[in-house]
Nanobody
């Protein structure tokens, strides 16, 4: 089992920055990818970014390339640095974990492929 806890959401003005954190606990992560998704009420979770734990390879949605950065530390924490935020980024952001087989596979950008989720953290960007 894997437990994920997000933090770092809040209210920020357009053009500002936020750093989301995802603290993980449970089984080892060498074969996992950690992803960040966003979700609006009544909509599917939408891929934002992911990082393959084994080698640190990162993946981004086109809409956030150059503004968001996903990273991990040496323990089990994943981060999403969000810069130049726009009001359209307002959503609940979720951290997810996907088991990769083989461990070097390209991760999915589909939320249904992820095995574990945190409770989410709300991001509000005011204009």
């Amino acid at each position: 089992q894997v437990q994920l806890v997000e933090s770092g959401g809040g209210l920020v003005q357009a053009g500002g920055s936020l750093r989301l954190s995802c603290a993980a606990s449970g089984r080892t992560f060498s074969t996992y990818v950690m992803g960040w998704f966003r979700q609006a009420p009544g909509k599917e979770r939408e891929f934002v970014a992911a990082i393959r734990w084994r080698d640190g390879t990162t993946y981004y949605a086109d809409s956030v390339k150059g503004r968001f950065t996903i990273s991990r530390d040496g323990v089990k924490n994943t981060y999403l640095q969000m810069n130049s935020l726009k009001p359209a980024a307002t959503d609940v952001y979720y951290c997810g974990a996907q088991s990769l087989s083989p461990p070097w596979a390209t991760p999915s950008v589909t939320s249904h492929e992820y095995d574990y989720w945190g409770q989410g953290t709300r991001v509000t960007v005011s204009s």
